[in-house]
């Protein structure tokens, strides 16, 4: 069985503008559907609301989603979107989400980024918003085009996200990730493709990644990768489209090393790329110490004891250059 992706990386509006990024998010479903994609995935918190207003400033006739979810429905694709909510749990603060509409139009998850960014990136991305909850729960969701598992942005830099999603029964897992809308001191398109092509072969997964573009100049690191290999990748503006082989999949995943496939191959096509029963060489019972509190690890319900306290949690990993487990 294969799936056509279209992984999407527009050039986006921000802040009071962000409304207009509903009508390319339209175009790019329209354009993915009839090169035959199956699954549409478009950036963090594309189209919105995300930077700007959480009611898009009166412009728009309906929600972002729910002008999706209608595409959805007329093209008939999965799409992956993004915007903000407003928690209702404590004033000022809000969730990241992730969600996958079905082709009926139907959201089918809403997943809560359950490691956040911390407030000084979150007020960069997110128009001087500061506090972001986290969520806690992951979601892998059976479709007809596999078990599409979600994660946000750099949530794949967390080895243990992409690992969990996998040991559900994940065989695509979506990471769209954000974009800053200046020039910054950071610079980390290689890293970021580097951890996409880690996660996808120590997991066996397929794993899709793609990226807002707010400003001329930006490379953007948009890229479709499998256990062996990259598929897709996109700097500009645009479509990175691939197909993803879940057949190919089950093969890797079913086997170790064995005798044939030690043997010198006679047909270059029967070459693997990959480590095949990755997935499979755990020992669980030696990993405990994953589970064990860090006392320099930042706390993400920093909340919990006042809204204000954040600054602490950037002064304990100034006293903490290396991690421990005390």
């Known amino acids: 069985m294969t799936v056509k992706v279209a992984a999407v990386q527009p050039e986006s509006f ?69 915007n903000l909510e407003p928690s209702h749990e404590l004033a000022d603060t809000c969730f990241i989400t992730h969600k996958l509409i079905a082709p009926d139009g139907q959201v089918l998850a809403n997943y809560r ?33 596999g078990r599409i598992g979600l994660l946000i942005c750099s949530e794949l830099f967390v080895p243990e996200l992409a690992r969990i999603l996998m040991l559900r029964g994940a065989d695509i897992i979506l990471a769209p990730g954000g974009g ?23 997991n ?18 948009t890229a479709v990768v499998g256990p062996e290999g990259t598929l897709a ?20 995943r079913s086997r170790y090393y064995d005798e ?11 070459v693997w790329r990959t480590r095949p029963g990755q997935c499979h060489d755990r020992r669980p019972e030696l990993y405990g110490d ?12 920093y909340d919990r004891r006042g809204l204000d306290r954040w600054r602490e949690e950037y002064e304990k990993i100034r006293r903490s250059s290396r991690p421990s487990l005390g």
């Not at 175009?27 to 995935?41: K, R």
């Not at 800053?180 to 120590?202: D, F, G, Y």
């Open 290 to 301: 994953l589970v064990r509190p860090q006392p320099d690890a930042f706390d993400y319900r």
């Open 260 to 270: 044939e496939l030690l043997e010198t191959p006679g047909d270059p096509s029967k």
């Open 113 to 145: 980024r359950v490691q956040p960014n911390h407030p000084c990136l979150n007020a960069h991305l997110m128009g001087g918003r500061l506090h972001v909850l986290p969520g806690n729960e992951f979601v892998v969701l059976p479709t007809e085009l």
């Open 204 to 221: 066996l997964v397929y794993v899709v990644v793609t990226q807002n573009l707010f400003y001329r100049g930006v490379t953007g690191r």
């Open 14 to 82: 921000h802040g009071a503008e962000e409304h207009k990024n509903v009508d390319r998010a339209l175009a790019y479903v329209d354009e993915a559907a009839a090169l035959g994609a199956q699954l549409v995935c478009f950036p963090e918190g594309y189209p919105g609301p995300y930077s700007g207003p959480l009611d898009s400033g009166g412009h728009l006739p309906q929600s972002p989603i729910q002008a999706l979810c209608e595409k959805a429905r007329d093209r008939r694709v999965y799409i992956s979107a993004g």
């Open 180 to 202: 800053t809308h200046h020039p910054t001191h950071t610079r980390v398109r290689e890293a970021w493709l580097c951890v996409a092509r880690a996660r996808a072969v120590e």
């Open 233 to 252: 990748e996109k700097s500009d503006a645009g479509l990175a489209m691939a197909e993803l082989d879940l057949s190919r999949l089950d093969e890797l």
